[in-house]
């Protein structure tokens, strides 16, 4: 059974993100040793085995995870630039496997609560957007739950969309 090499020692989290309460948590790792993880073993199998379960590998949450590191030399949130600290592998109540996920999460210097990351959609999906890797970005919750389903357009959508209004009123 494969094992990680590194773990990061977080002995309680006095605080913890209210979406996540639930969650059933296995341990607390380093960002760069999942990083490397999920790398080295991306093409070989669908699950890396370790300790007492398994996580899937390859996952678009796992992909993002990737670039934002490889763009940024860390996790951050693409919209504030917050970063995060740890990665904790955990899973719902609800789920009766022994598959968990990855999460990130980062403690707020203030409040001292635990923020986690989210996979967002740019271009929400109810506006038309998809779920492809070129359409998702890591927030945390707090800029997440302030975006909601808004899109701040790009230049060239803007310009399409002012064209294709004027275009609309000459054929009517």
Request: proline fraction near 1%; glycine fraction near 2%; hydrophobic fraction near 30%.
């Amino acid at each position: 059974m494969n094992e990680f090499k590194t773990k990061f020692n977080i002995k309680t989290v006095k605080y913890r993100n209210t979406s996540t309460e639930k969650h059933i948590r296995n341990s607390y790792w380093k960002i760069n040793d999942v990083i490397d993880i999920i790398k080295k073993n991306k093409f070989k199998n669908k699950f890396y085995k370790f300790n007492n379960g398994k996580t899937r590998i390859s996952t678009l949450k796992n992909n993002l995870f990737i670039q934002n590191y490889d763009k940024n030399g860390m996790c951050k949130c693409d919209i504030c630039g917050l970063e995060a600290k740890y990665v904790v592998l955990e899973k719902t109540k609800e789920n009766k496997t022994d598959i968990y996920h990855f999460n990130l999460y980062t403690i707020d210097k203030e409040t001292k609560q635990e923020i986690i990351f989210n996979i967002d959609h740019i271009k929400p999906v109810s506006k038309g957007g998809s779920s492809e890797l070129s359409n998702l970005q890591l927030t945390c919750v707090v800029c997440n739950s302030k975006k909601a389903n808004h899109y701040n357009e790009p230049i060239i959508d803007r310009i399409k969309l002012f064209f294709s209004k004027i275009l609309k009123n000459l054929n009517m």
